[in-house]
């Protein structure tokens, strides 16, 4: 009875301990899927930031373009 008693402790100790290390890993995974949603949302704003970056250098070509075919025609 004694030798059952001891490994039960020893089994509850153990069980005491893993289900510390599962309470914590779960705070962890929650802290890791609010980093996640946050690198998604990034990765959406940068991706619009960088359509927003090509459509302006565009416009300023567009622009540059209009100006230089203006002066060459004004010369002429």
Avoid: P
């Avoid at 402790?9 to 962890?28: C, G, I, P, Q, R």
């Avoid at 990765?43 to 416009?59: D, F, G, P, Y």
């Amino acid at each position: 009875m004694q030798a059952m008693a001891s490994s039960i402790y020893l089994l509850s100790s153990k069980v005491e301990n893993m289900n510390s290390l599962m309470a914590e890993l779960m705070n962890v995974t929650a802290k890791e899927r609010i980093f996640l949603e946050q690198c998604k949302d990034f990765s959406s704003t940068l991706a619009a930031m960088q359509v927003k970056n090509c459509s302006l250098r565009t416009h300023i070509i567009q622009l540059n373009h209009v100006r230089t075919t203006r002066s060459l025609t004004t010369r002429v």
